[in-house]
C-alpha cells in the first residue's frame, strides 16, 4: 500500500510563506513603503525651498525689502572721519522704489548722525548697534515729519563703517 503525503499545518505554512505569490506580495510591499518614504521627502524638500525662496509657507509673510544707500563720510564729534555704507530694512512696502526719492536725505541723515558720534562711542560694548537704532530713529522721525510714506525703516545694515585714519 502506498503512503499518502499529508502536509502538517506547519508545513502548510512555510509553503505558503516560500511561494512565488508570497514573494511578490512581500516585494510589493517592500517597494510601495520605499517610495512612501521618498515621497515624504520630496515634498518636505520642496516646502523647504518654497519657504527658502518666498514668502513663509506658515506665516505668510513676505520676504524683507532692503534699500542700500551710497556711501557717506562724515566727520564724528571728536574730528575723526567714518565712513559709512548701510542698507535699509524697510516694512509695510513691496519694493525699495517707494523710499528712493528719499536716497539723497536719508544719506545727509546718516551722515548727520555720524557727526553726532565720536570714535569712543562706536568702540563701546554696544556702540554699533546704538548708531544703527540712532540712524533708525532720524529716518524715521523725518518720514514722520513730512507724512512722506507708511514705509518703515526697522533695521539698518551696516555694509560698511570705516573709521578713517587721521
Known amino acids: ?11 502548510r505554512v512555510v509553503n505558503f510563506v516560500t511561494s512565488d505569490a508570497a514573494v511578490a506580495a512581500l516585494i510589493a510591499a517592500s517597494v510601495l513603503s520605499v517610495t512612501s518614504v521618498v515621497g515624504l521627502y520630496a515634498s518636505s524638500s520642496q516646502e523647504r525651498a518654497h519657504r527658502d525662496t518666498g514668502a513663509d509657507a506658515f506665516s505668510g509673510r ?25 542698507s535699509l530694512q524697510l516694512s509695510k512696502t513691496k519694493s525699495s522704489d517707494e523710499l528712493s526719492d528719499y536716497a539723497g536725505v536719508f544719506g545727509s541723515l ?16 554696544d556702540g554699533i548697534e546704538r548708531f544703527g ?6 529716518l524715521n522721525d523725518y518720514l514722520d515729519e513730512h507724512d512722506a510714506t507708511p514705509s518703515r525703516v526697522t533695521s539698518v545694515l551696516f555694509d560698511e563703517l570705516v573709521q578713517l585714519p587721521n
Open 62 to 86: 513676505p520676504p524683507p525689502v532692503w534699500m542700500p544707500l551710497k556711501p557717506v563720510r562724515a566727520q564724528m564729534s571728536d574730528g575723526n572721519m567714518l565712513a559709512v555704507k548701510v
Open 133 to 138: 537704532i540712532q540712524i533708525q530713529r532720524d
Open 110 to 125: 546718516v551722515e548727520r548722525a555720524g557727526q553726532h558720534t565720536s570714535r569712543r562711542d562706536l568702540r563701546a560694548e
Open 1 to 11: 500500500m502506498a503512503h499518502v503525503y499529508k502536509p502538517t499545518f506547519r508545513r
